[in-house]
């Protein structure tokens, strides 16, 4: 009986040793990591530039993350209050303690949050026993089921949004934002997805799509809805053209070729300033209407 | 012809430069198979800690400048090293296995989040640093162009082919160049026979990011200006250069950086300098259309 319990706490302490060397290892690596970045600061002055530090910061950070580490550690050998207790002191302490710094303030939340999350999990494991993780496969299958209408539900709430009381100009624009970058990510989808070529200087044809709207407007004076199949066409001339060498190559090498090319159009727009007028942009695009009406951001 | 003569030295300098960072990627990329996009962040992130290095050390170099040389050298490169080790462990050894689009998102995610964490813990201006090494001395003594060449880029190609010797020595006559070469060639059948991959992986990129970080100390030196932004363009040239001279063959690498800063030079001098990236790219292109597998790379041989 004795000699039974002895050997648990001997366990106990070779885990708490073991849990303790972990901490003080990434404490360490943390350390060294902050030490001439964080705790040292180059900073620009109009006399030129001078070295500040920021110990209190760094000191605090390397001990958040020791006792963090340290409560991790100690989950995962079978004991989940460090964990739980010892985020809700770091959230707290983030909330309550003026810390020196946001991004504290953040590795405070983020981290106690986390350490939050895992104690809880395991408690709940240790309670209901190994089949806890049986759920989460059902809720994934019951999740696939209704998706199509979680979609058709998101295209109506998409079609509504600008009829919404709280839709103001913020909101339109980051929706216009997010549907511009649906519509990147199928295009991507089409060359990364489907035929599994890793094009890295996709933006480019963004770049060659808006350019050409842009400068035919402008320059042959065409209305939107004749330079918007022009433009696309331009693109798809321009991924033809491409298309030719760099698909003789596979893998990494069209990877780098393709970024490349990417990198030039960039530095080509930005340096060809007669015809695309440089790193000041094209300004005075006409706006697009539809059967007469202006589509402005206002009433005329 | 000594305006040429001019411009091949100023091109080996850079060539020597990207060569340094390409050896990162071409290791990496020998050993697991992925291109890690945050090393041209390393490099930035080995600039960023010799010029904080020098700025400790004060305007005299703490009374020696060979000295302070190898205190800021060998400071960064520990430092840096740490950063290489951390990057590894932390975004790429969870996804090993995974696909290979995985791991190199998360290299392009690091990428952006090293650049963002030394932006906003060092602030977004350029940085400049008083010239430590000036100087240099007059190879041709022709009164309408002499040509000559400054200590600092004595200095550079001294350091880079001195490295070079010293990593050829590594990778050819040590254990662990052993290992990292079985590594290379199968990294299953490397553990089988014993080979610590996880150890061996981490070397490599502890070994990557030192060379980075010698690059970064002499472009901070060399420009004597730096910012957070400059790992970009020199980690795709530096791939480039990689690419150029056959992925995964170190030589190569070392070669293609030669030549990436032979082409950027002599393009510059004799052309236009804002389309001087465009020229590098057009001939990586080009050289990647007639052998596509880079200079001195191997054929690469598809298992079906």
């Keep these: 009986m004795t000699s039974a319990t002895a050997a648990a706490s001997d366990d106990d302490r ?57 409560a991790l550690a100690l989950e995962r050998g079978g004991s989940p209050w460090p ?20 991004a504290l303030v953040g590795l405070a939340l983020i981290g106690g949050g986390v350490l939050c999350v895992r104690g809880a999990f395991s408690l709940a494991r240790d309670w209901r026993g190994e089949a806890a993780a049986a759920p989460a496969a059902h809720l994934a299958k019951d999740f696939a089921r209704y998706l199509p209408w979680l979609g058709a539900a ?48 996709f933006v480019a044809f963004y770049a060659v799509g808006a350019y050409s709207f842009a400068l035919v407007a402008l320059n042959f004076d065409m209305g939107f809805w004749i330079c918007l199949p022009i433009a696309g066409a331009l693109a798809a001339l321009f991924g033809l053209v491409l298309g030719f060498p760099v698909l003789r190559l596979r893998g990494d ?48 | 012809m000594d305006y040429f003569l001019q411009q091949l030295i100023n091109g080996l300098t ?63 490169m520990l430092l840096t090293a740490v950063y290489g080790w951390a990057l590894e462990r932390v975004a790429y050894r969870p996804l090993r296995g995974s696909p290979r689009l995985a791991a190199l998102i998360s290299a392009i995610g690091m990428s952006i989040f090293l650049q963002n964490y030394v932006q906003l813990s060092q602030g977004a ?63 299953t059948m490397a553990a089988l026979v014993g080979v610590d991959v996880d150890r061996t992986v981490s070397l490599t990129f502890v070994l990557g990011a030192m060379l980075a970080a010698v690059a970064g100390m002499m472009v901070t030196l060399y420009y004597g200006v730096i910012d957070f932004y400059i790992g970009f363009l020199a980690g795709i040239k530096a791939f480039t250069a990689a690419v150029l001279g056959g992925i995964g063959s170190i030589p190569g690498a070392m070669m293609g950086g030669v030549l990436i800063g032979l082409i950027e030079a002599l393009w510059s001098g004799y052309f236009s300098i804002e389309y001087k990236d465009v020229a590098a790219f057009s001939i990586l292109v080009l050289v990647l259309i007639f052998r596509p597998t880079g200079l001195l790379g191997q054929p690469e041989v598809e298992k079906v």
């Design chain 1, 154 to 201: 998101m295209i109506v709430f998409a079609v509504a949004l600008p009829l919404m009381p709280f839709a103001d100009r913020r909101l339109l624009d980051l929706a216009t934002l997010v549907v511009a970058y649906v519509m990147l990510g199928w295009g991507l989808n089409i060359v990364v997805g489907l035929a599994g070529l890793l094009d890295l200087g």
């Design chain 1, 83 to 102: 964990a739980l207790i010892g985020g809700a002191v770091a959230i707290a302490a983030a909330l309550l303690v003026p810390l020196p710094g946001e």
């Design chain 2, 125 to 187: 201006r350029v940085k400049a640093l008083q010239p430590v090494i000036t100087g240099g001395m007059t190879l041709i003594e022709d009164p309408k162009f002499p040509v000559a060449i400054s200590y600092m880029q004595v200095i550079i190609i001294v350091v880079t082919i001195v490295l070079m010797a010293g990593f050829w020595l590594l990778i050819t006559r040590t254990a662990l160049g052993r290992a990292q070469r079985a590594c290379e060639q199968d990294r």
């Design chain 1, 253 to 300: 090498y069209l990877a780098i070729v393709t970024l490349g090319f990417g990198e030039m159009v960039r530095i080509v727009l930005i340096n060809w300033v007669d015809f695309t007028h440089g790193p000041d942009g094209i300004s005075g695009i006409p706006k697009p209407t539809l059967f007469g009406l202006h589509l402005t951001r206002r009433a005329p």
């Design chain 2, 14 to 76: 850079l060539g020597a430069i990207y060569g340094l960072i390409a050896i990162g990627y071409t290791m990496v990329y020998g050993i697991i198979g992925m291109i890690n996009f945050a090393h041209g962040e390393i490099f930035m992130i080995g600039a960023f800690i010799s010029l904080i290095a020098f700025l400790i050390l004060g305007p005299s170099g703490g009374g020696s400048v060979v000295l302070a040389l190898m205190v800021v050298l060998l400071v960064s």
């Design chain 1, 14 to 70: 070779a885990g708490l040793v073991r849990a303790l060397r972990e901490a003080g290892l990434t404490a360490a690596v943390a350390a060294a990591l902050m030490l001439p970045l964080i705790g040292l600061h180059a900073a620009s002055q109009s006399t030129g530039i001078v070295i500040r530090t920021r110990w209190p910061e760094m000191l605090i950070a390397v001990a958040l993350i020791f006792g963090g580490r340290l």
